[in-house]
């Protein structure tokens, strides 16, 4: 039950912050700062204890992927990941990147491919990591046997 609140809490995240990035190419911090906090809330409320810190490691290390290569990966996806890390858990978290990463590579490949977008071209990476939080919730589901995960 849990999980599955956390998952769909995680999923109206991304979904607000893949708006404002394919919008106006930016990771709004006050919306960052609402959901981890409310991150923070609920996983203190359910007894969890500290375990959830460890969720922020992939947005860590995403931070400092971007501070190393100039930003050729934004600080607000870092600071989205590390975020979605509070709620999602270390796991999860890196199951989405994942997914996310292979989605945005598919398609930077594809619009490469046919000329729409050169190497130097970015793509907003927080509509990837929403479609990856909508696979893993999918996955998250039809392993459970149905809505009893929610």
Do not use: H
Request: with cysteine; hydrophobic share 55%; proline share 2%.
């Amino acid at each position: 039950m849990f999980y599955g609140m956390m998952i769909l809490i995680n999923n109206i995240f991304l979904a607000i912050c893949s708006y404002t990035d394919i919008k106006s190419r930016k990771i709004s911090m006050k919306v960052c700062i609402i959901f981890a906090m409310a991150y923070m809330t609920i996983q203190l409320l359910s007894n969890n204890g500290l375990l959830w810190i460890t969720g922020v490691v992939p947005g860590v290390l995403l931070l400092f992927v971007a501070l190393v290569s100039g930003q050729k990966i934004g600080y607000g996806d870092g600071v989205m990941v590390l975020v979605s890390g509070i709620g999602s858990g270390i796991t999860l978290c890196i199951d989405i990147c994942s997914v996310a990463m292979l989605l945005s590579g598919v398609t930077a490949l594809v619009l490469f491919l046919s000329k729409k977008k050169s190497k130097d071209d970015s793509i907003p990476f927080a509509p990837f990591l929403f479609a990856g939080n909508v696979v893993i919730t999918i996955l998250c589901i039809w392993e459970k046997g149905g809505m009893m995960l929610l």
